[in-house]
């Protein structure tokens, strides 16, 4: 992949989007409206073992969904299109027709909302990637001898929504990353460079940094017990519990729907730490404000002020059902960009702030174990070490938690670090995902653990 | 499709001398979600995903490329760029590979189906949800009614300049119901689930509302339900929890990609090594497991992987003792250890990777009466709603949402909140007691994610209901 081509396809993409929806604009019928959504990338994924490459796979793919309203029912199609608009046409106005049909079949849809427009927006952000061979050879030359696994992917993402009452928003970024780790036998380190640009030389610093905790590593492995210790989450591994917590944690729907693990706080029933703050804050610029209707989420919102419960994160389908005030939430109303706000704790003495117990640099696989406790469980992962004394006495067998996150980010959270760390998405699922979350680290006193 | 088939296999005889092998799959999948909520219409949207992944052999490395641009120049451009990534890669592969592992094979799949998905109307199915969504509106304590199904159509045509000529046709569904019952701060929810390669004769009025209003009653029962117990008791798991059992702590370690590290950055390793075939005992006597794509109506059936390798049904586990891995034709050349026909790729946008399909645990001879009858002090779980594994798959922890205290062979009280935890081979040598066939039901479930990049995979799991001797059990607010 170049930098040329992938301009190229963002670009021919804009007029093509344009076109396309215009067209469909003009064969709505009275009463009717269309919100079109168009995701797309042009990326290079490369999966790497032993610091070799395994698979190598190019994707380019455009997805385009109709959103339709008619005679009060709601419907929608998506389809994969080619980028050629008048091969894709015929396929767009047949999706349109079939919607129409649809809607003459369904009962009203009574949650309906209807569309307006929103207004428009144009963000777009250059990268730049050098060509295949020397790409492959940047990331491994400074690896070589290590053991590396894991995936670099690069190009393009487009994300953009028009709608038959004018609204335009575009967003097109050009960005990488390489997700890693390096393995001394079973022990593991974790590192991710991204950016924009690829630059050899902060790959091979950043590179250097994960091989010193790999180096840490070898020190005699502790057997640690289950059962409650003093215990550090770094922020990849503090990125992972708030992943978890907006999985219904902050849905309007999900309180409605007796499905909500912090109905008690959000009820005042109970309350977190005052040291935690926690926003949705669009400034990162991680991904695009509007939603998939085209709304425009606030550039901030607080959801826990001072360990009090502030907002939920509410669609517009949720507050026409509910009677609720709409905040531009996504249908799925969890987070997009989530932060933690940072504390006092200096990360430079951290382990002097442990004393005795565990440094945790990431966790893995966390689950709901009692929804309505609003406990989690999940297991620790890569470099997580046994301290004491304020010193790294050695790594640590993988070790399950289960913990109620009331007491964790309750009366049991000691402190936040000074500086929060942008954790940006690497999740790949269909398509390369956008966005992030930016966590400071975690001390927690008696975290629990049972396996 | 027909009209595309013929071009496909017209672009490869145009480009045959490009690469040294080169496979061209088309996936044409339509999916419909159907959701009804509170008797309401909640969500109607289908997707067309269509593309094709051209795949080459250059240099002893498979590399990929993927479209969605089915023109003759979209799919040029495709190859030209799977040959320039493949060879600059090439340099730098994991294993020199051959065609070997892209066997030529010619064949045909139709999943069985009495009526046809896209003979089912819209009507009927909206009509047959808003029955099981009224089915459970029996108390105001109910207060989120669910019934969504999941109508998915997949046509995988492969083809290569090796004379591969493959065509798999599957109808698909995934029905969801859930019942969720609260009162103070108390909250339970009851779910119900059929999936497989079934056509339009699942959307069955009778048998959903039959389902619906068991699953609400059950919700309301769980509300009153003291918590499960906490401490070390018999437990004998239903089959909609053993599918996930199975899922997590058989399929996954077994996976030989795990095993050989490629996927150790994403989900995991495996604690299972090389060595480990033929010898390890990973449970009990009573424990056969197999790999098996053959069977009618489970969710993952198919006749050809996406190799082309023929798929069979192979023993994992025999008599408790691992035989066998679950390795595509290019991890048993790498490990030199027998797999199965398992290289699968989500769509036509990823590669194919090691992936479970059907995993099934075999039936054995216990009535369910002679399973509880086993049980001094202990606890039957059903339906899966919590899990978690670690990375090597030893670590688990999963919950349910049904309980029955069982004493003296006697179920005693209902019991809300259940969960359980032990260590994989430790966990599997406690299987004191297997079902009989009349016990074995089919599920799975169309979310299992791996891979880089990330890759969601249908698989199924059939089984009896298990017992379990001395398991870690404990409710909630534990």
Known sequence: MTQSRTSEFSQNLRRYFQTASEALFKELEPGEELTLNLTAEEQLYIRFNGNLVRQNTNVEQINLTLSFHGNGRTVAHSTTVGGRFEQDLPLLSRLLKTCREEARVLPPDPHQVPFQNNGESLNEFRGELPPIEKLLDSITGPASGLDLAGLFAGGAIIRANRNSHGQDHWFATETFFLDYSLYDGPRAAKGVYAGSTWNHADWAANLNRTREQLELLKRPQQNVKPGRYRTYLAPGAAAELLGILSWGGFSAAAWKQGLCPFRKLAEGEAKLSPMLTLKENFTLGLCPRFNSIGEVAPESMTIIENGEFKEFLVSSKTAKEYGLKANAAESYEASRSPEILPGSLDESKILKEIGTGLYLSNLHYLNWSDRVGARVTGMTRYACFWVENGEIVGPIKDLRFDESMYEALGPKLIGLTTKAEIEPSVSTYGLRDVGGVRVPGMLIDDFTFTL | ?478
């Open chain 2, 1 to 478: 499709m027909s009209n595309h088939n013929f071009k496909f296999q017209d672009f490869l005889a145009q480009h045959k001398s490009s690469a040294d092998w080169i496979g061209l799959r088309s996936v044409r999948e339509i999916t419909s979600y159907r959701v009804v909520r509170l008797d309401q219409p909640e969500k109607n949207l289908t997707d067309i995903d269509h593309g094709v992944m051209i795949e080459v052999l250059v240099d002893g490395h498979f590399g990929y490329s993927g479209t969605a641009d089915l023109s003759p120049e979209g799919l040029k451009r495709a190859l030209d760029r799977a040959i320039e990534s493949t060879r600059a890669a090439s340099a730098k592969r994991v294993y020199q590979f051959t065609s070997e592992e892209r066997p030529k094979v010619r064949g045909e799949y139709r999943s069985p189906r009495q009526k046809n998905l896209d003979e089912t109307s819209l009507a009927e199915i909206t009509d047959s949800l808003m029955t099981a969504s009224k089915g459970m509106r029996i108390s105001d304590t109910i207060v989120n009614r669910v019934a969504s199904a999941m109508i998915i159509q997949t046509q995988i045509d492969f083809f290569s300049t090796g004379g591969t000529e493959v065509r798999q046709n599957f109808d698909m569904v995934n029905v969801d119901f859930a019942a969720t019952a609260t009162r103070g701060s108390e909250s339970q929810t009851r779910t119900y689930s059929k999936l497989g390669q079934w056509g339009g004769e699942i959307f069955d009025k009778q048998a959903f509302s039959f389902e619906a209003e068991r699953i609400a009653k059950e919700a309301l029962e769980l509300l009153d339900a003291e918590n499960c117990p906490e401490g070390k008791f018999d437990l004998l798991l239903f089959p909609d929890q053993m599918y996930l059992q199975i899922h997590e702590s058989i399929g996954h370690p077994l996976e030989m990609d795990r095993i050989l590290g490629d996927e150790r950055n994403y989900a995991g390793w495996s604690f299972v090594k090389p060595e480990d075939f033929g010898r390890l005992q990973y449970g009990s006597k009573l424990m056969n497991v197999t790999f098996d794509p053959t069977q009618t109506h489970e969710f993952a059936s198919y006749a050809f992987d996406d190799s082309g390798n023929p798929a069979t049904k192979e023993y994992l586990i025999k008599d408790g003792v691992l035989v066998r891995g679950l390795g595509s034709l290019e991890s048993q050349r790498r490990l030199k250890l027998p797999g199965v026909a398992n290289f699968r790729a989500s769509s036509w946008n990823r590669a194919p990777i090691d992936r479970m399909a059907n995993i099934n645990l075999e039936p054995g001879t216990s009535s369910l009466e002679e399973l509880i009858s086993q049980i001094k002090r202990g606890v039957i779980m059903k339906t899966n709603r919590s899990w978690s594994i670690d990375d090597y798959r030893n670590k688990f922890q999963f919950g349910c949402e049904y309980g029955q205290w069982v004493e003296d062979g006697r179920i005693v009280k209902t019991v809300k909140n259940p969960n359980y935890r032990g260590i994989t081979v430790d966990f599997w040598n406690r299987l004191i007691g297997v079902g009989n066939a009349d016990l074995v039901e089919t599920h799975g479930s169309p979310y299992c994610g791996k891979g880089e990049p990330n890759q969601i995979i249908r698989v199924g799991h059939s089984s009896p209901p298990c017992l379990f001797r001395d398991i870690e059990i404990f409710g909630g607010h534990a």
